[in-house]
């Protein structure tokens, strides 16, 4: 989902060979052609490529953006189900035309927007990005000392697991998610071992049954995100970030910084003159309207569809001033 200001990129991406094989989750590739979101692609607007990357909380962003392109704009929008740095490579063929919630990604910045020039910055979401290790509710009542990283030796005994090799375990979620936690364990000379628990979905299982069964549990999380509403997770104040102080991935031994995550389109895209592209510029909301429709989606199981008519209802204000100017 993320990097840190000095661009160490969180999404693993396969690349075979010389020509680019590039593996997206769920199994698409770019230009591999996708069936439509819907709509009926109207010649004013034509077709918008809309990399979905893969957390529920890009989902809501995307599912939010499709909806008003489809139904207020007539697009046709092709959502494509891409990891992060895959879904850039997309820029330059012309087969992504947006992604609409990007962590810093200072590297990858560098070379589509500054060095090849086939991106350009679309503005802010308006969501403010927070990334770090968090523990239950129950636990840092219980051991109130526990969110301070200095304590953490203390307790590495609680968190033994049968994957950590007799260390505590620190849960990590998506294996694709490049963190900067096994350098951290290592310097911050950390009795722990970062083990994965495979997806977004299976942190939130772990940290819900933490709270349930008074189990201990450490592990990565983020906001915004629509389960900190459900169980406001505890953050462990790692050492101040200070900035460059994760410039050397290898070294990194401070907190993560903050994040103001923004959309990133392709400049043909850009140049276009589609009304979708003035959407997307013009769309911001908070932390909590995203967490609400990725809760829609993840928690009430709603469609995206359904999620996105739900929400864009109930804030016809909002949406009209993302819409093109008549």
């Keep these: 989902m993320s990097v840190t200001r000095s661009g160490k990129v969180r999404a693993a991406v396969l690349v075979t060979g010389a020509g680019l094989l590039l593996t997206a989750c769920g199994g698409a590739k770019v230009g591999e052609a996708q069936p439509a979101a819907g709509g009926g692609g109207a010649k004013a607007c034509g077709t918008v490529n809309l990399a979905i990357n893969p957390w529920v909380g890009y989902e809501a962003n995307a599912a939010v953006i499709a909806y008003v392109a489809e139904k207020q704009l007539g697009c046709k929008v092709v959502k494509k189900d891409l990891k992060e740095e895959v879904a850039w490579q997309g820029f330059g063929t012309g087969e992504v035309d947006a992604v609409v919630e990007n962590w810093a990604h200072d590297d990858l910045k560098k070379k589509y927007i500054e060095d090849q020039k086939v991106a350009v910055s679309a503005g802010p979401t308006g969501n403010k990005g927070v990334i770090g290790w968090y523990v239950a509710p129950w636990m840092a009542k219980k051991y109130p000392d526990i969110t301070d990283w200095n304590n953490l030796n203390k307790y590495a ?12 375990q620190l849960l990590d979620g998506d294996p694709s998610f490049v963190t900067n936690d096994e350098a951290l364990v290592k310097n911050l000379k950390l009795d722990y071992k970062v083990v994965y628990a495979g997806s977004e979905t299976a942190l939130i299982t772990a940290f819900r049954q933490s709270e349930k069964q008074q189990k201990p549990i450490i592990g990565y999380f983020y906001e915004p995100q629509w389960f900190l509403s459900e169980l406001r997770l505890v953050k462990v104040n790692l ?88």
């Design 157 to 168: 005994s609680l968190f033994k697991t049968s994957e950590s090799g007799g260390k505590g």
């Design 239 to 326: 050492p101040a970030y200070k900035e460059g102080c994760d410039a050397d991935p290898e070294k990194v031994a401070c907190d993560y910084p903050p994040y103001e995550l923004d959309k990133i389109v392709s400049k043909k895209f850009a140049d276009s003159g589609s009304p979708a592209y003035t959407l997307i510029k013009n769309f911001t909301w908070t932390n909590e309207d995203q967490n609400l429709v990725a809760k829609y989606i993840a928690e009430d199981k709603m469609t995206a569809d359904e999620a996105a008519a739900k929400w864009v209802a109930d804030n016809p204000d909002k949406v009209k001033a993302w819409l093109p100017s008549s």
